[in-house]
């Protein structure tokens, strides 16, 4: 089951990975970024690896998202 769930979620990570590189629009890249991150983390800790997944939720879907937000 944690198998399957892991490679789902490795799947969803290169479809977002592809659709950031291949979208013009930059508010939809940063959303993506920010769905990325958020996959990651989720993959961080199916891992075991919480400390980890815990701050790749908090820099980067967090603050980083509202960083590229600002910025734009």
């Known amino acids: 089951m944690v198998t399957l769930f892991g490679i ?3 799947t969803f990570l290169v479809v977002t ?3 950031i590189v291949s979208t013009p629009n930059l508010f939809v890249a940063v959303m993506l970024m920010s769905i990325f991150s958020l ?3 989720a993959t961080f800790f199916i891992l075991d690896a919480a400390d980890v997944a815990l701050t790749e ?4 879907a967090g603050m980083s998202t509202i960083l590229f937000l600002g910025a734009l």
Not at 57 to 60: E, N, Q, S, V
């Open 57 to 60: 939720a908090a820099i980067g």
């Open 17 to 19: 990975a592809i659709a």
């Open 8 to 10: 789902v979620l490795l």
């Open 39 to 41: 996959l990651m983390a």
